[in-house]
């Protein structure tokens, strides 16, 4: 047995959470998580592994192997040990795998002759991300209770620093993007259809006001689009335009990704945090899916709607803001009302100007302008055809479009790709299963249109709802409310029968 135990000191947590906090590539925030955990609890496999909640599936992050050779795979650690860890959202610790009635007779443990072993659960925005995984072969031992409340801490800064690496590296993507536009204020919505027309007549009447917005629309319509054109169309238009994507952040976390937080005010807060609302200092904050904003949080939204001001978590200081507030849903909020889920005083309180975005069946003649836009950003400097065929178009204006422009903007992405020659032509159009999808809409209702093609490439995946929904061009979310949807209903009619 080791006859001692080596722990994570304050010290080396706040030394190693200050370091990782100003990392940015994701590569070398997850290198130094390993190295961090690794070194000092002498492991001989480390590894910090991503659960994809889709398709139930880990992926090896990044691995790090105190022996000789390359670093170990999934194949070489418990599989049975982490599984534990992510479905329970808790923390697994093994003095001894092969001895502990809980492993021992798992095929992994006798396999690998794991001894002492530590699965510490990354907890997200979206619940358990993945898992820092720490084993030994030879050490019995080596991991005790003790170790479990430094590594909790230290995944839990991990995980924050995993999240801002994501999200510098997607604001460096877009900055990439928006410099190879043309010089000057680049104009995000294409089109010149009538649905169009009355969209733009209503951004410029709102956008020079300082009243907040509500914006409604399908998923996929490009929401953030329309509340990007509305900052860029008033006076803040050189101030910050701040975008939050409420749907994926935790109720424990929820108020200080909005207000920010002082160093200590919980587990994890290692440094002062300025809030989005502060970022935002003069310009616009948007909140996309604002109908996903906890409950217990939705009072202290409401109170900065009514007097900009705001508290930071961990203070005692009342602050002010000069921010324009942006909201979007795709919720029917009424019902979200009526079923608990919402405050109707918030609800007034945003639905002073709403904005309705179409979908992309109410303006099928912007496609050709769409996939001109599309072809611009996607073809880049990598080869790919620049120009589309009149039958590969033909195609796409007869396509139903339930993920609306997502849904277009990923199907000329993957056309490009998978092009053969100078130009996107009719048979590259969707995935080679899908070509022979044909609604004939003429006969059908949107409804029934939309319906009777889910099912279809359903079907043609084989009942894989996370492949159709990638073939779809919509959220595997999407594609799981509206089966549900068509369910319930089903159900009902042969209630009623």
Request: proline fraction near 4%; aromatic fraction near 6%.
């Amino acid at each position: 047995m080791s006859q001692s135990t080596y722990l994570l000191t304050s010290e080396q947590i706040l030394d190693v959470g200050q370091k990782l906090l100003e990392l940015r590539p994701v590569e070398e925030v997850l290198n130094s998580v390993l190295e961090a955990a690794a070194t000092t609890m002498r492991a001989e496999t480390a590894m910090i592994l991503l659960h994809d909640k889709a398709s139930d599936s880990l992926t090896v992050a990044a691995s790090r192997h105190a022996g000789a050779g390359e670093a170990r795979t999934l194949d070489q650690i418990s599989r049975s040990l982490i599984d534990e860890c992510i479905r329970d959202a808790r923390p697994v610790l093994t003095e001894s795998a092969v001895e502990d009635p809980r492993f021992s007779g798992k095929q992994s443990v006798i396999l690998q002759h794991i001894q002492a072993a530590v699965i510490i659960p990354l907890r997200g925005k979206a619940g358990v991300e993945g898992a820092i995984y720490l084993d030994s072969r030879s050490d019995r031992g080596l991991f005790r209770n003790e170790n479990l409340e430094p590594m909790a801490t230290l995944a839990a800064i991990s995980t924050l620093a995993i999240e801002n690496a994501r999200q510098y590296e997607s604001a460096q993507r877009q900055i990439d993007y928006l410099k190879s536009e043309k010089q000057g204020r680049p104009y995000l919505l294409v089109g010149s259809s009538p649905a169009m027309k009355e969209l733009n007549a209503m951004i410029n009447r709102i956008a020079p006001t300082d009243l907040p917005v509500i914006i409604t629309g399908e998923s996929g319509t490009g929401k953030e689009l329309v509340a990007r054109e509305i900052h860029n169309g008033s006076s803040r238009k050189d101030k910050p335009f701040i975008s939050l994507y409420c749907g994926n952040i935790s109720p424990e976390l929820f108020e200080s990704e909005l207000f920010g937080h002082k160093r200590g005010s919980f587990t994890g807060a290692v440094n002062d945090k300025e809030g989005l609302v502060a970022a935002a200092e003069g310009g616009s904050l948007f909140l996309d899916e604002v109908g996903d904003i906890p409950t217990k949080h939705q009072a202290k939204l409401l109170r900065f709607l009514q007097d900009s001001q705001y508290r930071i978590v961990g203070d005692t200081v009342i602050r002010s803001a000069n921010v324009r507030i942006i909201t979007a849903t795709n919720k029917n909020l009424e019902k979200e009302i009526e079923a608990g889920n919402f405050r109707e005083d918030l609800f007034y309180r945003l639905y002073i100007l709403p904005v309705i975005v179409p979908p992309l069946r109410d303006r099928l003649s912007d496609i050709p302008f769409l996939v001109k836009h599309f072809l611009k950003k996607h073809v880049g400097a990598d080869g790919l055809p620049s120009g589309i065929s009149a039958e590969a178009l033909r195609r796409l204006m007869n396509h139903t479009w339930p993920g609306n422009v997502r849904e277009l903007e990923n199907t000329i992405a993957r056309a490009a790709v998978v092009a053969s020659g100078a130009r996107i032509e009719a048979g590259d159009i969707l995935h080679q299963q899908l070509k022979a999808v044909n609604i004939h809409m003429k006969d059908l209702s949107w409804k029934a249109a939309e319906r009777a093609h889910i099912l279809k490439v359903l079907s043609l995946c084989e009942g894989n709802k996370t492949q159709a929904a990638k073939e779809l061009g919509v959220s595997r979310r999407y594609l799981h409310y509206r089966l549900k949807e068509w369910e319930e209903a089903t159900n009902q009619k042969e209630d009623d029968a």
